[in-house]
């Protein structure tokens, strides 16, 4: 939104300045060299990568936040399956011990 604004402001005082100036025969490349410098503003967030810099940030943080999730998950899954495991062994051992007294 702020380069909208410099382009808005840069437009208004170069017609300011166009509208100032002395001779017509110059108006024309005046006018042109406003509209270059008009194309190289509106170009200069995207030669500077602000905008690409802003989406790949919030990707990253997206990215890291799905990782630690992850983390978090496989730790829990780490422990339902350590108990599932735990309960297996008892129950194995309780067959065990009730076919070995029969």
Known sequence: MEYLEKICCFFIFARVFLHMCPN????????ALTGWVAFCIFLSPFLSGDIFWE???A???EWESRVEMSAERADELEEISAQAASEIV?????????ESNR
């Not at 017509?24 to 006018?31: I, N, P, R, V």
């Not at 008892?90 to 009730?98: A, H, L, S």
């Open 59 to 61: 990707w990253e943080q």
């Open 24 to 31: 017509e025969t110059y108006e024309k490349y005046l006018s």
């Open 55 to 57: 989406s790949y940030r």
């Open 90 to 98: 008892e129950g194995m051992e309780e067959n065990y011990e009730v």
